[in-house]
């Protein structure tokens, strides 16, 4: 690693340059303030934003008579009484507005006729979810943000810089210290607020939907600077994530839109529907929520009613291929290349790890329970509650993107404390320092080992035991493998040092989830206990998760509702 030290300093530093990442930054520089944003990967290449093929939820009632308190009320009902109901109420009440910024941007929202087109998705009562096209409506969101950014002064991007601690000072956040992926040297940044916007966590899972950079460091980064997490136990699985035959070159979440809008019949492996056995209706139209979905195929799997390769069966046979031509274009050939007719057989699918609705605990301006720091996107935790509303990802993202930058720039003040550069020198000396890799182990082995453990003993279905010794596993991992895992300076490259990195932020938010996961004793929205497969009603408040001198500190919370009651439907907003 190379000894030369590199200073920044700005107004706001965002972290993480996915849809909520870029649109607090185009945020914070519209109102006044110097931005550094910044990524691991590519700027507007990285993320969760750019790899969602499907719909974005929000009330604009082109299609049919709808309002935001309609797009609410859904929302709450699909968190099982948990949501932030003032973090959820802003979520839909400012999503047409995002919406319509980013059509006059040129995002292109797929029109009928005069008006934006809306489709149906799970969970939502109207057809409420806009689209640029079903495989493509992420990357569409991305490169117009990415365009938007070129053209907003004021906005510095630097891409594969890697922050690995935040820095504060008299309890406050002022910096953050970072890794330069290129080079090998460290980079400290004087900031007066810093935005997460990182991402989620659903790559510690073996089977997932994430993108490479999404191993927890939102969470981790605020948990060592002292700020509160909340709802960790709450990760969401995607019910009909791809299974077989082999799929290449398309997202294995393909699916959904499909289903919806042909009705595609979901089948156990003596081919019959299942979902009723289940407490949802389904019967074709994909209306059963994401969460009783994951948990019904995985049931009919364990009752010896599985698929061949072990999940369920997704089929469309009862469609011709005008149907499906007619729905989805070229998509049909592209499924063709992969040897896939779905007009003869169908395919397989199970659930897969796809959300987090848990993360930094935040108020209504994005502003996290440490002063000078605040979050947005998926790093955002409550306003989900136990269940994400199907279409709710990219609103959320660009949504709180948005407020996270805006209140981020009015809090900041102009004047640069020189001091928080100085300030990160004990994490400089973190990042130089160095061991031997133990005994041939490698980052790939103990991560591997990681996704396992999660997706054995804190994935869909949950036990006090299997919980138990998962979190005696990370503890162990904690303690003994990575110290001894930290690699030398050898190498003018940064990469055996950003996979230590990344192994800690992941060992320390899969801590979090198990904490949490054992201390909620029900089952609930996505966390589902097969010890206790009731929900209780007396556990009907919210889990806050911080870091102390000895550990993770566990604390319940009431939930957060209304202050006030939602304009009703048809008023005046």
């Known amino acids: 690693m190379s000894d030369k030290l590199i200073h920044l300093k700005t107004d706001i530093l965002v972290v993480g340059a996915g849809g909520a990442g870029m649109y607090a930054a185009i945020a914070a520089a519209r109102n006044g303030a110097r931005v550094l944003l910044l990524d691991k990967s590519l700027i507007g290449r990285g993320g969760a934003t750019i790899m969602a093929q499907m719909t ?18 859904d929302t709450l009902t699909a968190g099982r009484g948990l949501c932030d109901e003032e973090l959820a109420a802003t979520l839909c009440r400012e999503g047409p507005d995002r919406i319509r910024e980013m059509d006059e941007w040129g995002v292109n929202w797929t029109r009928e006729g005069n008006h934006i087109k809306q489709v149906t998705a799970p969970g939502h009562q109207v ?64 900031a007066n607020a810093v935005v ?56 294995p979440i393909m699916w959904d839109p499909f289903r919806y809008k042909l009705g595609g019949r979901l089948l156990n ?91 930094i605990r935040v108020d209504e301006t994005m502003a996290a329970t440490v002063p000078g720091l605040y979050a947005a996107g998926e790093a955002v935790g409550g306003a989900n509650g136990a269940n994400r509303l199907s279409g709710n990802a990219i609103t959320e993202a660009v949504v709180f993107g948005e407020r996270a930058g805006r209140f981020a720039a009015s809090a900041a003040k102009s004047n640069w404390n020189p001091a928080a550069a100085r300030a990160g020198i004990d994490e400089i000396r973190n990042l130089k320092t160095g061991g031997e890799f133990p005994k041939g182990r490698t980052f790939g082995e103990l991560f591997g080992e990681l996704q396992n453990l999660m ?46 990195f990344d192994l800690r932020a992941a060992l320390t938010t899969a801590e979090a989830i198990t904490v949490a996961a054992l201390n909620r004793r029900e089952s609930r929205g996505a966390h589902q206990r097969e010890d206790m497969p009731d929900t209780d009603e007396r556990q009907t408040h919210n889990q806050c998760v911080r870091l102390d001198g000895t550990g993770l500190v566990l604390e319940t919370i009431p939930v957060r509702r209304l202050v006030h009651d939602p304009i009703p439907a048809g008023d005046d907003k």
């Open 269 to 359: 492996g003596n081919k019959e529907e299942f979902i009723e056995r289940y407490g949802a209706t389904d019967s074709g139209t994909y209306t059963a929520p994401r969460d009783v979905t994951s948990y019904a195929i995985v049931k009919e799997v364990e009752a010896g009613r599985a698929s061949p390769n072990g999940g369920a069966y997704l089929s469309f046979e009862h469609l011709d291929e005008a149907t499906l031509r007619d729905a989805f274009g070229p998509v049909i050939d592209r499924l063709a290349d992969n040897g896939i007719d779905l007009t003869k057989s169908p395919i397989e699918v199970a659930p897969i790890a796809h959300y987090h609705m848990g993360g």
């Open 56 to 73: 974005v939820a929000v009330a604009i009632g082109e299609q049919a008579p709808d309002h935001w308190t309609d797009h609410l009320a």
């Open 127 to 190: 057809p409420r979810c806009v689209f640029v096209d079903f495989l493509n409506t992420g990357p569409a969101v991305a490169r117009t943000l990415r365009t938007r950014i070129a053209r907003t002064d004021g906005i510095t991007r630097i891409s594969n810089l890697s922050v690995t601690s935040l820095v504060t000072q008299n309890g406050c956040v002022t910096g953050a210290v970072a890794l330069d992926l290129g080079e090998g040297r460290p980079v400290t940044i004087a």
């Open 455 to 500: 997706w054995e003993k804190v994935g869909l279905l949950r036990t006090d035991s299997r919980l138990e010794q998962a979190l005696n596993r990370i503890r162990e991992m904690q303690a003994l493998d990575l110290p001894a895992l930290k690699p030398d300076d050898a190498t003018a490259f940064a990469l055996g040092k950003q996979e230590w």
């Open 196 to 251: 997460l916007a990182a991402g989620g966590l659903t790559r510690l899972y073996q089977r997932n939907s994430a993108s490479v950079n999404m191993g927890g460091d939102s969470y981790a980064l605020a948990l060592r600077a002292g700020a509160d997490l909340i709802d960790m136990e709450f990760v969401q699985f995607f019910p009909i994530g791809h299974l077989a035959p082999r799929l290449v070159g398309m997202d």
